[in-house]
């Protein structure tokens, strides 16, 4: 979803509120479990549209250990700025030549892209290792077996390491 904040942007001090309610079935690398909910206040300081809020939903994860599937509560606190293209250049019919910079590539010509803001400010809050439980003890590396629903009937044999034969020669 694109949201115009070009009606904010045109006059410092003007402040705007959007209860956020987004589907992110469609984010890529989310599998939201529902929708997006929050709110976002923008304020235009003059050279800044300055964004805060919260956003919150639950996303489904695969545990890196035993590799189940599980949700995962995610709340965001929002803090942004993005630079407002000159206001009165774009009522006085000529705005200025505005090349978005590679860092705000989600604000462009006073429009946000909504969607993929949600998407990242997500990610960001995901861990790099999901795990289902602290206490996962994983999957069984003979059989494949989850370990944690009462083992497997593999024995904890070692492995044939290369180093067994040195072992074997130093005695």
């Known amino acids: 979803m694109k949201l115009d904040l070009s009606d904010i942007a045109a006059e410092v001090g003007k402040q705007f509120h959007y209860d956020v309610d987004e589907d992110c079935a469609d984010a890529e690398g989310l599998k939201c479990i529902e929708h997006v909910t929050g709110h976002l206040d923008f304020t235009n300081t003059g050279r800044l549209m300055v964004m805060m809020g919260s956003l919150s939903t639950k996303i489904e994860l695969e545990c890196v250990r035993c590799l189940k599937t599980y949700v995962m509560p995610v709340s965001v606190k929002v803090e942004e700025g993005f630079p407002i293209q ?26 946000l892209d909504l969607t993929e803001f949600i998407r990242q400010a997500i990610l960001v809050e995901l861990p790099m290792k999901p795990l289902c439980d602290e206490a996962c003890l994983g999957l069984c590396a003979v059989c494949g077996k989850p ?6 009937s593999c024995k904890n044999e070692k492995s044939g390491s290369p180093f067994d034969v040195l072992r074997d020669l130093l005695g």
């Open 86 to 111: 000159n206001p009165q250049a774009v009522m006085a019919g000529h705005p200025e030549v505005f090349e978005p910079s590679e860092e705000d590539p989600l604000f462009v010509e006073n429009v």
């Open 147 to 152: 370990l944690g629903e009462g083992g497997c």
